[in-house]
């Protein structure tokens, strides 16, 4: 598999100062995307286990609260391996900072159920909806994607939102 690209110091995908990575490679092609570059499959540099190291000791900074994990498309089922792989080593290695995903595929119909979920804390799920677009919304680009708390989500058998309003403080 491949990535797009690493972001060591990024304020704009999750709460707090992340380092963030955009796995390369979506076939969702939503109206407007806003990184259409990251579609093509054989685009990007190669994601392997040396990325997956230097990602790791990148967050290792007191003022990393957390990894983001965009694309693309992270869980498509040439990246999901390799995502998974990425997810379980930082959870390992930082158990009490936050991992974040964006995904287009929902998390009831297509993921609840893969590894992947066990290392996840907060997954924005959903294809992005150009017509349901709001600049207001927090975290997410149109109204029907949904961010979500899946350790709770998990735990409940349900899924359980997290709020506008409670994410102002997150
Ligand atoms: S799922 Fe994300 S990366 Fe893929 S086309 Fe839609 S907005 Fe773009």
């Known amino acids: ?10 304020i704009s995908n999750g709460p707090g100062v992340r380092v963030s990575v955009f796995m390369q490679g979506c076939t969702f092609n939503c109206k407007n995307c806003f990184n259409p570059e990251t579609h093509d ?7 392997n286990d ?3 190291d230097k990602i790791i000791e990148l967050c290792n900074k007191d003022y990393v609260v957390g990894l983001s994990i965009l694309g693309g498309e992270p869980m498509h089922a040439k990246n ?8 379980k080593a930082f959870k390992e290695k930082y158990p009490d900072k936050t991992i974040w995903a964006w995904t287009g595929f929902l998390f009831d119909k297509d993921l609840k159920d893969k590894e992947v979920m066990k290392y996840i804390d907060v997954l924005v799920d959903g294809r992005y909806k150009d017509e349901l677009h709001d600049f207001r919304l927090k975290w997410r680009g149109s109204s029907n994607q949904r961010v979500i708390d899946v ?10 939102l997290i709020e506008d309003e ?4 997150v």
């Open 80 to 87: 999901i391996d390799g995502t998974t792989k990425l997810a």
């Open 41 to 47: 499959f054989n685009e990007g540099k190669e994601f």
């Open 50 to 52: 040396d990325v997956i």
């Open 151 to 160: 350790q709770k989500s998990l735990k409940q058998n349900k899924i359980v």
């Open 1 to 10: 598999m491949r990535y797009s690209k690493i972001r060591k110091m990024d």
């Open 166 to 169: 409670e994410l102002i403080g």
